[in-house]
Every structure is written in structure tokens, then in C-alpha cells.
């Protein structure tokens, strides 16, 4: 059922993005329990990159046939490390938004990767700020509850996964007409209740400003030298399970991502058969900087996925074709011109630049 409202409601397609991985920081003032990305400290000259580092990754991800520079960062590290502000002094800037505007505005304009970034909670200017620079930007809710942040939870120690501050930057994004991707972290400790709250609670949003262009449904996987390293992941049918929930909560409101790094390659076509309609962004230079044990897979594994189905596989930019074709007044007016020359009638990348992606 879940697959035939996806069909019907949500189109016959299922996109992926082509997409180059900058880790621009890995020094965050928050501490997931769960997180194998952010690093305790960082060597001087070491936390963050460097500008000219920034566009030779963005410059292979040009020679290997990418579209998104996709920035993933740790959240306002300054305010926890005295060698975060000490380096951003070094490069001229004072915030780490501030620096991830600059790298975002160089690496469109000299390597014409469209940028998205996760930057974190930020407050208002900064997110305005950003949407001059980024053709979309994301921030995961993860869940809801704010008993996940309770001493003992999987969010004690990150005052950033407040879920209200959280739900603030996303409605703040509508507000100010951002093409938005959020989501789900499946498997943190959550309760079933907690989970539809979190699925309820973005359907909400997107009733009133229609800026979600996708929700991830992402299983939590236990990293090593984590407090949650002994954690029980989600098993394959929670996955599942919950796709299909969402599909269904969704309908014609917002697309379902799940990234297929995080699932066998023996159960990918179970994942479009439960209605997903992305498999988000997959690099073929760069690595999952957030599961760096987990490879992406070929290309020609989530066509065959997705094919078994009856669902042809399609390349689509970091945003999406219903704000390409239909609801263009979320595309920044500095990037109109370029997704215009990608883009075919449908919104998706045009086949003659796709091929081989």
C-alpha cells in the first residue's frame, strides 16, 4: 500500500544525489552519545579546513560528475573549544557560520557545485545569511522528546538537540522560504509514541509553510569507541516499518529518504517496496564522514533496487524538483540560472548530464 501512495501520490521516479561529502569541522559543542563524527579535540591548524582544501575536494567532485557540495559540520564548536575560536581568528572570521558562508560562496562560484549545509541550531540572521549561499539547507530533528536530552539519554550532554530549538530553526526556514531537509534518527531509545510525535510534528510544520522537501528516516548504527557502542540498532523490519508509516503519514506532503549506506545491499529493494522515494545523497570520491565504516553503494545497485519495483532511477539536485518546476519562489535567485541549465521540465538533472551518475 505504502508503495502505491508513494506511485500515486508522490510520483513513479526514485532520485538520488550526486554529491561531493566537506567535513568543514569536526569539533562540536554538543556530545551525542551515538556520534562517531565529532572529534573530542583537534590538532592546531587542524579544526576546520582550510579554503584551498575546500575547493580541491569541490573540484574533484566537478571532474567525477557531481552536482551538491554537501557542507557537514560540528554545531557551534567555538562556543566549547578555545582552539576553534583561536583558528577562526587565523582566517578572518568570527563565527563558524560566518566561515561556512565564505566556503559555501567559493565553491559555487568557482566550481559551480551547488551548495547545502547542515550547520546546526543557528538563529535567524545566520539562516538567513546561509539561504544567500546554499540552494537548500538541512537540520536533522532526530526526535521530538525532550526526554531523549534527560540525564541518561542519548542527548545529556548536547544542548543543540534541544528539540525545541531544533523545531524553531525548521519553522524559521519556512519562514523565510528555504527548501529544507529533516528527519528522523530511528533507534536512539525512543518510544513508539515518541517516534509519531517526531513524524507528526513535521508534517505539522510543512502544513504551514510547505518548505520540507524530504524527511529522513535514518537507523541509528552503533560506532565503536561510542557510549553507545553496545546499543541495539533497529532492526531491518523497524526500518521498514517505519518507512512505510511514513509514506503513508506523508502521502502527497514530503518525499521519504532512507540512506542506503546504512542497509545491506540484500535489502535495498525492500526499502523502495516500503515507499521510499530518495536514496539522498551518494559521493563516488568522497566518504559517509558521519559512518565512515559504512561504504556507498554503486550506483547500479540502487538502479537495480529500484528498478525491482517498477521505479526508474533518477539524478536530482540538493533541491528538489518540486521547487525547480512548481513552487520555484524557495530557489534563491542566485542559483536560479544554474539549476535552470541542469534541470529538464521535471525538475530532475537533464539525462544528457546524468549519464554515467
Wanted: glycine share 8%; hydrophobic share 35%; proline share 8%.
Amino acid at each position: 500500500l505504502s508503495r502505491m501512495v508513494k506511485r500515486r501520490f508522490r510520483g513513479g521516479f526514485i532520485s538520488y544525489s550526486r554529491k561531493v561529502f566537506i567535513p568543514l569541522t569536526r569539533l562540536c559543542r554538543n556530545a551525542c552519545k551515538y556520534c562517531g563524527f565529532h572529534l573530542e579535540e583537534a590538532r592546531p591548524g587542524e579544526v576546520y579546513l582550510k579554503p584551498r582544501q575546500v575547493l580541491s575536494i569541490a573540484e574533484a567532485g566537478v571532474r567525477a560528475g557531481c552536482f551538491e557540495a554537501l557542507f557537514t559540520l560540528g554545531e557551534k564548536p567555538e562556543e566549547k573549544y578555545s582552539e576553534a575560536r583561536r583558528e577562526l581568528r587565523r582566517l578572518g572570521y568570527s563565527s563558524t557560520i560566518e566561515y561556512l558562508y565564505e566556503c559555501c560562496r567559493l565553491v559555487f562560484k568557482h566550481t559551480g557545485l551547488l551548495p547545502h549545509s547542515n550547520p546546526g541550531v543557528v538563529d535567524w540572521e545566520e539562516l538567513k545569511a546561509l539561504r544567500e549561499v546554499n540552494v537548500s539547507l538541512g537540520l536533522m530533528l532526530e526526535n521530538a522528546s525532550s526526554r531523549l536530552c534527560e540525564p541518561g539519554g542519548p542527548h545529556e550532554f548536547s544542548p543543540g538537540k534541544n528539540p525545541k530549538l531544533r523545531i524553531e530553526v525548521i519553522e524559521n526556514a519556512g519562514r523565510l522560504r528555504i527548501a529544507f531537509t529533516t528527519g528522523i534518527l530511528l533507534g536512539i531509545g525512543e518510544t513508539v509514541g515518541e517516534l509519531a510525535e517526531s513524524l507528526l510534528t513535521i508534517l505539522e510544520i510543512q502544513r504551514r509553510y510547505g518548505h520540507i522537501q524530504e524527511v529522513i528516516i535514518q537507523p541509528f548504527r552503533a560506532k565503536a569507541g561510542t557510549p553507545m557502542e553496545g546499543y541495539p540498532e533497529p532492526s531491518p523490519l523497524q526500518l521498514k516499518k517505519t518507512i512505510i508509516a511514513a509514506s503513508l503519514l506523508y502521502r502527497e506532503a514530503i518525499p521519504v529518504q532512507t540512506p542506503p549506506n546504512l542497509s545491506k545491499p540484500e535489502e535495498l529493494a525492500g526499502l523502495v517496496e516500503a515507499g521510499i522515494d530518495d536514496w539522498g545523497g551518494v559521493s563516488p570520491i568522497t566518504l559517509d564522514y558521519v559512518n565512515p565504516e559504512r561504504p556507498w553503494p554503486q550506483v547500479e545497485a540502487l538502479r537495480r533496487a529500484s528498478e525491482a519495483w517498477g521505479f526508474p532511477l533518477k539524478v536530482r539536485l540538493p533541491i528538489y524538483p518540486k521547487y525547480v518546476v512548481e513552487d520555484s519562489g524557495f530557489l534563491p535567485e542566485a542559483f536560479r540560472e544554474a539549476v535552470e541549465r541542469l534541470t529538464d521540465r521535471l525538475g530532475y538533472v537533464r539525462e544528457e548530464l546524468s549519464l554515467g551518475a
